[in-house]
């Protein structure tokens, strides 16, 4: 359903063009009707025309509202783009936490040995 566009296609919608989009996440948006009425002002918008924002967009915190707003301005998909790599931390991250869960082993063990000569010792004394 969503229309792929190129890198070309993108730059050429800048600032100078009839319809200007920039892109967000790999996402390509309108801004010609939108400009107008952006919060942060039109200036910035066409700044980032032809161009990709996803950074500029992020750095601002834009809101839940921002985010459902783009939906509406939805042109197409940037053609080759690859999101950043976040899975790769995530399994990372497991491997991590399963190698540290294992090392607990010996040290239960050995609270366990102490608490058995404890009680062997006091059982002793009380004698
Ligand atoms: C089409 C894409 C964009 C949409 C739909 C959008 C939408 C909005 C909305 C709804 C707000 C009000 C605050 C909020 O709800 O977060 C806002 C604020 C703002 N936006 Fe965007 N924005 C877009 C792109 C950008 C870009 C690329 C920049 C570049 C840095 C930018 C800069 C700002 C700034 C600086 C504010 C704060 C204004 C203030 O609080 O005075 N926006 N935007």
Do not use: C
């Not at 839940?64 to 790769?88: I, P, Q, T």
């Not at 366990?112 to 006091?122: E, N, P, R």
């Amino acid at each position: 359903m969503s229309r792929i566009i190129t890198k070309k296609e993108l730059e050429e919608h800048d600032e100078n063009h009839k319809d200007q989009w920039i892109a967000v996440d790999g996402k390509v948006y309108t801004i010609t009707e939108y400009k107008h009425e952006h919060p942060g002002g039109e200036d910035i918008l066409l700044e980032h025309a032809g161009a990709d924002a996803s950074e500029a967009f992020e750095n601002v915190g834009h809101s839940k509202d921002a985010r459902n707003k783009l939906k509406s301005l939805l042109v197409g998909e940037l053609e080759g783009y690859k999101s950043s790599g976040a899975k790769d931390e995530v399994s990372s991250s497991t491997t991590t936490s399963a190698s540290s869960g294992s090392s607990v082993m010996p040290i239960i063990v050995g609270l366990v040995a102490v608490v058995i000569a404890a009680g062997v010792y006091f059982t002793k004394i009380a004698q």
